[in-house]
T-cell receptor, first 113, second 115 residues
Framework: GQQLNQSPQSMFIQEGEDVSMNCTSS?????WLWYKQDPGEGPVLLIA?????ELTSNGRLTAQFGITRKDSFLNISASIPSDVGIYFC?????????????FGTGTRLTIIP | DAGVIQSPRHEVTEMGQEVTLRCKPI?????LFWYRQTMMRGLELLIY????????DSGMPEDRFSAKMPNASFSTLKIQPSEPRDSAVYFC?????????????FGPGTRLTVL
């Protein structure tokens, strides 16, 4: 099925660094979501975005809904060890993020000691 | 709420056997989704239900796969007969209708190994 283009595929950073990742699509979405998956667990919702241009924060995480509605960005400030995992973006044609999602390919974040 | 509950968490079976995966969605949610995750193909939507009715099963790989939702609090995904290439992690997710806390929430997954 269709997947969103997510970059980078992987990141190796040191604790305390800031992280940026993005997701692009050829389709326009009405909702963008960002999930994090820890090993052996299901994806956990981090942030949901509902309006083009919207900037939303959740602690050290900030995400933006691109103005064209075809992209989204996730930033993590001052990374800590528990940020390690795989981050997925997802787009939804509905307005609530509750229907059929199209997922990105994931960004694997590793923190180098 | 306990979140989405899946069972079993791990399943190891032999090729040709029937496998049944189970899911209990979050109470009050009226959408239920079944996903499969592999290294090669990432997270794929297999089928989803709304109010217990299958809406889109275009992701179901073949006739060996079937899913049911007999009531609002239970769904099954069945593979019969199973094959080694079915080995993957299968996730169930649920979501509600509305504007608050109704995005998709995932269960912990069932790791299936077919020998």
């Amino acid at each position: 099925g269709q997947q969103l283009n997510q970059s980078p595929q992987s990141m190796f950073i040191q604790e305390g660094e800031d992280v940026s990742m993005n997701c692009t699509s050829s389709s326009i979405f009405n909702t963008w979501l960002w999930y994090k998956q820890d090993p052996g667990e299901g994806p956990v919702l981090l942030i949901a975005l509902y309006k083009a241009g919207e900037l939303t924060s959740n602690g050290r995480l900030t995400a933006q809904f691109g103005i064209t509605r075809k992209d989204s960005f996730l930033n993590i400030s001052a990374s800590i060890p528990s940020d390690v995992g795989i981050y997925f973006c997802a787009g939804d044609f509905s307005n609530f993020g509750n229907e059929k999602l199209t997922f990105g390919t994931g960004t694997r974040l590793t923190i180098i000691p | 709420d306990a979140g989405v509950i899946q069972s079993p968490r791990h399943e190891v079976t032999e090729m040709g056997q029937e496998v049944t995966l189970r899911c209990k969605p979050i109470s009050g949610h009226d959408y239920l989704f079944w996903y499969r995750q592999t290294m090669m193909r990432g997270l794929e939507l297999l089928i989803y239900f709304n109010n217990n009715v299958p809406i889109d099963d275009s992701g179901m790989p073949e006739d060996r796969f079937s899913a049911k939702m007999p009531n609002a609090s239970f769904s099954t995904l069945k593979i019969q007969p199973s094959e080694p290439r079915d080995s993957a992690v299968y996730f169930c997710a649920s979501s509600g209708t509305g504007t608050v806390d109704n995005e998709q929430f995932f269960g912990p997954g069932t790791r299936l190994t077919v020998l």
